[in-house]
């Protein structure tokens, strides 16, 4: 008990301080540099001044921890990238040369490709369609909340309860997978599915995409409701039907959400390695590059500096996703 | 919890002393199968009040309970604070720790290779001359324990980091009995005699053997304990040693006869339940529960010491399911060898405690203790073998002890990415119906790669 | 929104809703099912099967001679195979090689002049020349249609498990400040990134977004360095609250930063300029106008950030440690899953007691999703 209030004291020291650091800072700055000034020109200086250092308060503490916690691991992984095993001794460009080399580093590729293909696009759309439908029901929130539980499940569970749906039993004995009961109810032969090359790939999509829909609907429900009624209503009058008003009228409204879902969803399966180390630990040739890492890494001792290696291969994987948001923000500036 | 100390005053002051409410599973001095000696000695011998020592292993479940059994004695031995912990991710864990300089004061691993890698990194500190003669005196096939625990340090001369602590054999067959006697076979002595009973049992309208290689993320381990297995049992030992030091290459004919000789049962789709194409998706947890089916699935299971835990509810041991060593060929005159697996002991830190710790493994009662309550089996001389849970763990110690090749999962003894990646890989796409001779080349350009 | 009139189109929202809930929460309803099974049904049958009636082949084992009677030189043995409730037995056998030999309520004889009898009920019979007593019973093979069966010992177990509840206030103490930090600094540093100018703006927001996939296990290592020197240079424990906070903290960042920023940026620019016009500084705006606004955003943040600490097992085991006292509630379901790792039902029963809480969550905070407050203010 002792120590939830320490959690929760805790908490409340932690809004204390950012509290003061942020009302505090811009305090002090307003006191340096106030908006009246003595003449017009002196007080222009100080709104320019001000507006400058403003900014970096607001942003401070952000920064900080961003810097901390994931900058100086991307550069200790560069640094990692360009040594031995054992992250000792400088090897130059050997790691990298291995990995081009390397046929399970093609594959993964391969089957990233894929992934980014499929899985941001089916979470998008789905989480779209599930949230515009659910908002127009009565029982919309019962299931939203249905949709939204497999976000909300362990991971040691979604594996088991894909277990019970992927699970393989030989023709003729009883299936206590679900595909295949119903496979082979239908009349067909039953198939280990996760050990189906290549479309296992899909297979193990199919557990993402269904993970990933409720933070797609979840994310834009909240857009969706963003858009103001007066809009829609307008629509309404001129006689349009509901699948016009949401395709022409709303979607283009939350346009920039889907993007951010998009974006969000595709760097997800950058990083996706659970579901793979789970189901297959990419056998059957099912690997991808996070996992793929993970298993360089940690495996039997690991190997820092390919691990790194990999690492590196994935954040440069993202630059242009990271191009295209510059390109957004600055034509949202310019918009203004 | 108040425990009757029939033994001497020390002891119960020193109990006292130490001031924790542990609760000793066996009285000490009460129960005679015990070494209540060897207990009494070292607890006289060490005064350690204070102190704590923090042990990282990979037992969790019912297997943490009964390490924390046995770690009673110690902290009750000495008045050393032991704190116990354990992860799913143990490997990943003790990586990170001892890379960042966090290590707990003693790790206790199960693989040879993650051992090594650790130690050629420098961070573990040996346990001296004292304890490697100690080893290759006081444990059956010393010397091959040492061995086993021998590795390069940083600087790259050999000395001794790790202590074998709990063994497990793998080199077994379960069965039903019932189900044999029903059916009228007999336990087979040799692997002829098994090829044969897998024959008939299929002449008989049988299906043999249940084979699961699932396993999640290290799906297609149990086929290399079958490869290795068929290796001790085709070829001699040395060339087993070279195998695991890749000294003889994984293409080797050798090895593909050996993959081959599991593939004979693994991947006839009469022998198997489920046909071959079950193998490698059925779940090595799922699969003995075939044995117990009515009727019966199949008739033999080829696993570790630790299935029966796997096992329905209720089954005894002994009676409603049994094992038999896993026979070698007549033929061959190779012995009787046999396969095992183990966890070992090392000082991630030097500190008083961790040494008195190494101490403390080498008593009789930190061995017995675990015996006398389930799954645990010592190569150690000077234990009880009355002190045996039961009747199934006595005979795994005697085959332990009656091998006359005593050799570690070479799966284990192989560097990570090969024993804990290709090989299981490899073994998938064998029961798969890739040919041998490609899987295994293919494992050989893997372990290329790291060199 | 939108009424759905028509009511044509209404149905049909109803219907793909009702397919969508039925397609998401079918494989959970498996584990669900699965939870409530026996353990040794779990990888027998499929767990729709457990929902019926079915037929299975099942084995009993006789007592060993308890309860016997003996008369003139004769014994018997009486029983019921099932065990607990009724079924019905449909053929019986003693051999594992013929375990449906016999019809209900026929003898079979036995080697040894043991003669059975199973009648359709489950009642049983067995009668020999000698005592039971000292043998191995007899197993019985019958084949029966048994009701469903259900049980709460796989609850029981996992809710039994020692140190759950301090597993659980472990979590809670883990997630709730994990929460609450990156979302009050991710708020300012949103506004500062969609409503202030400065110069590198759009670099720091893509920025943000690259840092979206920076791989966790890559910064484990050198985090935990640096709070180890830390820990030794200032003398503090480096497995502590406070270092998982601030590392959950600094993981969720780039992912709260870019949800709220989005969000900020679609509000509306009338509101924050007539602010300003009537003098209202960037501090003011933010808490009085674009935080309370924002309340959607934030509060679907929370419940993802909520989320990931909560489920977490990776970021708590190296930065608070897998001892006892600190184990948070997944490690400590993981743990029970024994060193091999894998009871199915106790796997399935603790994947629902750690659910619980996130669901909780959601439902808590959904109202703040629903409520349009945007909308409403817009005028």
């Known amino acids: ?336 | 919890m108040l425990v009757r100390l029939l033994t001497g005053a020390s002891l119960l002051a020193l109990w006292a002393g130490a001031g924790v409410a542990q609760d000793l599973k066996f009285a000490p001095g009460e129960d005679s199968r015990f070494n209540w000696a060897s207990f009494t000695e070292f607890s006289d011998k060490y005064n350690l009040d204070g102190q704590s020592l923090a042990v990282f292993g990979p037992w969790r479940g019912e297997d943490q309970a009964l390490a924390e059994s046995v770690l009673a004695y110690f902290t009750a031995a000495t008045g050393v604070t032991v704190n116990y912990s354990s992860s799913e991710n143990y490997e990943q864990q003790i990586v990170i720790d001892t890379q960042a300089g966090s290590p707990p004061d003693i790790a206790i691993l199960p693989q040879p290779g993650l051992i090594a890698d650790l130690a050629a990194k420098g961070l573990l500190t040996p346990l001296g001359d004292d304890t490697k003669t100690w080893l290759a005196e006081n444990y059956a096939a010393g010397d091959s324990w040492v061995k086993l625990s021998t590795y390069k340090g940083k600087d790259g001369s050999e000395a001794l980091y790790a202590f074998p602590y709990k063994i497990d054999v793998k080199s077994l067959v379960w069965y039903v009995p019932e189900n044999f006697a029903d059916a009228g076979y007999s336990v087979p002595q040799t692997m002829e005699e098994l090829k044969v009973l897998t024959d008939q049992i299929v002449a008989d309208g049988g299906t043999p053997w249940c084979i699961g290689l699932g396993s999640g993320g290290a799906t297609g381990w149990p086929a290399t304990d079958w490869v290795e297995d068929m290796m001790l049992r085709t070829q001699p030992a040395d060339i087993y040693d070279k195998w695991v030091t890749n000294d003889v290459k994984f293409d080797d004919p050798a090895v593909i006869a050996a993959i081959d000789e599991f593939g004979a049962f693994a991947r006839n789709d009469t022998y198997v339940d489920g046909g071959a194409a079950a193998v490698a998706t059925t779940d090595f947890r799922d699969s003995p529960a075939g044995l117990f089916a009515s009727p019966p699935k199949c008739y033999m299971h080829h696993q570790a010491s630790f299935i029966p835990s796997f096992f329905p509810e209720g089954t005894e041991l002994g009676n409603d399911a049994d094992f038999f060593y896993f026979p070698a060929y007549a033929g061959k005159d190779l012995g009787k060898p046999v396969l095992g697996a183990g966890t070992l002991a090392m000082m991630t830190k030097d500190t008083e405690a961790s040494r008195a710790f190494i101490e403390f493994l080498k008593t009789p009662i930190a061995h017995e203790v675990w015996m006398a309550q389930s799954g645990f089996l010592t190569p150690l001389k000077s234990v009880n073998p009355e002190a045996y849970a039961n009747d199934a763990l006595k005979k795994q110690g005697d085959i332990l002890l009656g091998a006359t090749t005593f050799r570690f999962d070479g799966s284990d003894l192989m560097p990570g990415k090969i024993g804990a990646g290709a090989f299981w890989t490899g073994m998938v796409d064998y029961a798969g119906g890739k040919p041998a001779a490609e899987v295994a080349a293919g494992i050989q350009a893997e372990w290329d790669g790291l060199k | 929104m939108i009424p759905a009139t028509r009511s044509p189109l209404a149905w049909a929202v109803h219907l793909s809703v009702a397919i969508f809930v039925l397609l998401w929460t079918l494989p959970t309803a498996g584990l669900l099912v699965t939870s409530f099974r026996d353990k040794d049904q779990i990888a027998v049958s499929g767990w729709w099967t457990a929902l019926a009636t079915s037929s299975q082949n099942l084995v009993f084992r006789a007592p060993e001679g308890e309860g016997e009677a003996a008369a003139e030189g004769h014994f018997t043995l009486t029983g019921n195979v099932f065990e607990a409730g009724v079924g019905t037995v449909s053929a019986f056998g003693f051999s594992s090689k013929a375990p449906t030999a016999f019809a209900p309520d026929t003898t079979a004889d036995l080697p040894g002049g043991v003669s059975l009898s199973v009648a359709e009920d489950g009642a049983f019979t067995l009668s020999a020349p000698e005592s039971f007593k000292g043998k191995r019973g007899q197993r019985i093979f019958y084949t029966a249609s048994v009701a469903p069966r259900f049980t709460f010992d796989n609850y029981l177990s996992v809710l039994r498990a020692e140190g759950l509840g301090r597993s659980f206030l472990n979590s809670m103490t883990v997630a709730v400040p994990s929460t609450a930090i990156p979302i009050l600094i991710a708020a300012f540093a949103a506004y500062a990134l969609s409503w202030m100018q400065f110069p590198g703006r759009s670099l720091l927001i893509a920025m943000v977004v690259g840092l979206l996939v920076v791989p966790l296990q890559m910064s484990l290592i050198p985090l935990l360095t640096i709070y180890n020197s830390a820990g030794q240079a200032f003398g503090f424990d480096p497995k502590s609250y406070i270092g998982v906070w601030l590392a959950h903290t600094g993981f969720g960042l780039p992912l709260a930063i870019y949800l709220l920023r989005n969000y900020m940026t679609g509000l509306p620019r009338e509101i924050m300029e007539s602010a300003r016009v009537d003098g209202a500084t960037d501090f003011q705006i933010f808490t009085r106008i674009v935080l309370p606004l924002s309340f959607p955003a934030l509060a679907s943040f929370a419940i993802f950030q909520f989320l990931w600490t909560w489920n977490d097992l990776l970021v708590a085991l190296v930065f608070l440690g897998p001892q006892d006292d600190k184990l948070v509630l997944t490690g400590r379901l993981v743990n029970l899953l024994g060193s091999r790792g894998g009871d199915w039902e106790i796997l399935a029963a603790s994947a629902f007691v750690s659910i619980a809480v996130p669901v909780f969550v959601f439902f808590a905070l959904q109202k703040y999703l629903v409520r349009g407050l945007l909308a409403g203010s817009v005028k």
């Open chain 1, 1 to 336: 008990m002792q120590q939830l209030w320490t959690a929760l004291f805790t908490i409340v020291l932690g809004i204390l301080c950012a509290g003061l650091w942020f009302g505090g800072s811009n305090w002090c700055l307003d006191r340096i540099l106030p908006a009246r000034g003595r003449t017009g020109a002196h007080s222009s200086r100080n709104i320019a001044l001000a507006a400058l250092v403003r900014p970096w308060l607001f942003l401070g503490p952000s920064i900080l921890a961003l810097g901390l916690y994931l900058v100086y691991p991307v550069i200790a992984s560069l640094w990692l990238s360009f040594h031995d095993k054992s992250g000792q001794r400088f090897v130059g460009f050997a790691n990298y040369r291995w990995l081009f080399g390397d046929s399970g580093f093609r594959e993964s590729m391969g089957n990233n490709f894929l992934w980014l293909l499929v899985v941001p696009a089916a979470a998008t759309f789905l989480g779209l369609l599930a949230a515009a439908l659910t908002d127009r029901i009565a029982w919309g929130n019962l299931a939203k909340s249905l949709i939204f539980m497999p976000m909300a499940i362990s991971f040691v569970g979604a594996s088991v309860i894909w277990k019970f749906v992927y699970d393989y039993r030989a023709e003729g004995s009883e299936q206590i997978g679900l595909l295949n009961a119903l496979v082979t109810s239908a009349g067909f032969e039953p198939q280990a599915w996760i050990a189906l090359p290549f479309w296992n790939n899909f297979f193990l999509m199919v557990i993402l995409i269904w993970i990933q829909t409720g933070f797609a609907m979840v994310i834009l429900s909240a857009a969706l409701r963003g858009i103001p009624e007066e809009t829609i209503e307008a629509a309404v009058l001129d006689g349009a039907n509901g699948i016009q008003i949401f395709f022409s009228i709303m979607v283009p409204q939350i346009w920039g959400t889907i993007a951010v879902v998009w974006t969000t969803i595709t760097i997800t399966v950058l990083k996706v390695f659970d579901i793979v180390l789970a189901m297959t630990n990419g056998q059957w040739n099912s690997n991808v590059l996070a996992n793929l890492m993970f298993d360089w890494m940690f495996r039997g001792g690991g190997d820092f500096g390919r691990g790194a290696t990999i690492a590196i291969v994935i954040m440069v994987l993202v630059i242009p996703i990271m191009i295209w948001n510059i390109r957004n923000a600055r034509a949202e500036v310019r918009g203004r």
